[in-house]
């Protein structure tokens, strides 16, 4: 699947879709769902349970290659999350079957420092974590590198029983897909806003985590937002209010989310949704007291 903004091509290259990942957002209950018609029957089930996909986006402009997060990755222990666990797909073949070598990509721009967001920054080879794109910048937010960086026992210590696991895991994944990109001289820490390279520049949509990003890509008059993770699921177009156990403000986040809607909606940019299923992207446009996806 690949979108055309003016001279750029977007392409999406899926890892894995889970058909029932409501976990994510509680509160989008069937009942609730079943009442946004225009959800179906791309991103939920008939049962009215969300879909979820994760996937990355190579943003392939005249001048660099980017790619917008690299999903969860092979061969990883992510437990108790087992569902993220020790996977074994055909990414990278698929990516290379896309036409995009991993020694040809120019930027790896991560939104925010999340296990489903970083994992392909490497991969095992001969019992070692290595970079995925040897060539490539990978540009992480500092605010993220803070957060994420600094995971230890005293900071484990300190948080509220319902988070420990899921740091836990973040530890980890900065062991196996961060800390190797260090160590081979490729990470670069930014803040946004910021420009990555010609007609592609990060806006900051904060909540989720502390240094979220947002990728917008510009050509020839035309233009694009991927999402990242300041909306999980397009019902969260219908009610901006709907929130994830998985944002580190909701405050924050909920003021992202109604902020960003009013700056796109009814305007021709394309949305590209970091976890969207099915069709991925459409128009935003007013719907009633919220949004919806036109697709």
């Known amino acids: ?39 179906f029957p791309h991103f939920v089930t008939p049962e009215g349970a969300l879909s979820l996909s994760i996937h990355s986006l190579i943003v392939d402009t005249p001048g660099a290659t980017v790619v917008v997060d690299t ?25 290379k079957a896309a036409g995009y070598d991993p020694d040809g990509i120019d930027y790896v721009m991560c ?45 484990i210590a300190s948080l509220p029983a319902d988070a420990v696991d899921f740091f836990n895991i973040q530890r980890r994944v900065f062991e196996d897909s961060m800390q190797p990109v260090f160590d081979a001289g490729l ?18 949509t904060p909540g989720h985590t502390p240094g979220h990003c947002s990728v917008v890509v510009e050509s020839n008059g035309e233009a694009a937002m991927i999402t990242g993770d300041f909306i999980h ?7 901006p209010n709907i929130c994830t156990p998985f944002d580190i403000d909701n405050n924050m986040a909920l003021a992202t989310r109604w902020r960003t809607f009013e700056q796109f909606a009814d305007t021709p940019t394309l949305i590209i949704g970091t976890h969207f299923a099915g069709p991925t992207a459409g128009k935003l446009v007013r719907d009633g007291a919220g949004y919806r996806l036109d697709v």
């Open 1 to 39: 699947m690949h979108w055309q903004i003016g001279n750029t091509k977007i392409t999406k290259v899926e890892e894995i879709v889970y058909p029932e990942f409501s976990d994510v957002l509680p509160t989008a209950t069937p009942e609730v769902v079943k009442q946004v018609e225009w959800l």
């Open 71 to 95: 999903c969860i990755g092979n061969d990883r222990n992510r437990a108790p999350m087992e569902i993220m666990s020790n996977l074994s797909t055909s990414f990278l073949d698929d990516m």
């Open 111 to 155: 939104t925010h420092l999340h296990l489903d967001h970083v994992g392909w920054n490497t991969q095992l080879v001969d019992g070692k974590w290595v970079p995925t794109f040897p060539k490539a910048s990978y540009l992480m937010d500092q605010k993220e590198l803070e957060l994420f960086g600094n995971i230890d026992d005293d900071m």
């Open 187 to 204: 990470a670069k820490s930014i803040t946004a806003p910021t420009t990555i390279c010609e007609g592609v520049r990060l806006i900051p």
């Open 233 to 239: 699921h397009p019902i969260q177009f219908h009610d």
